[in-house]
């Protein structure tokens, strides 16, 4: 496993609810940097300093995931099991779009 690889991946709500997993260092970093300028607040901040600090290989991955989901339950992006199997059934049923 690569040291930036998180033992088990985020579940976070993205968009209209849609579920993405954040498995790694490098996946939250990206998320947290897309977050909106306006809506950035201290457990946004920790969690961004965490994922530099992670890349630079000062801390460790398992770190930046605790303070991911910290910032992920402050502003309610975990997915639940339930939520991740309802988006799966939604996009099953879509199907292919024939025009």
């Not at 600090?53 to 910290?70: D, S």
């Not at 339930?82 to 879509?94: F, H, M, Y």
Request: one cysteine or more; hydrophobic letters at 45%; charged letters at 30%.
């Amino acid at each position: 496993m690569k040291p930036d690889m998180f033992k088990e991946p985020v579940s976070i709500l993205v968009g209209l609810g849609f579920p993405a997993e954040i498995r790694c260092v490098l996946d939250a970093y990206r998320h947290l940097c897309e977050w909106p300028a306006a809506s950035r607040d201290t457990a946004h901040s920790i969690a961004l300093k965490a994922c530099g600090a992670a890349l630079r290989g000062e801390i460790e991955a398992e770190t930046v995931r605790g303070l991911f989901v910290a910032f992920a339950e402050k502003h309610d992006l975990l997915a639940s099991d339930a939520e991740i199997l309802l988006a799966s059934r939604r996009r099953r049923d879509r199907g292919p779009h024939i025009r």
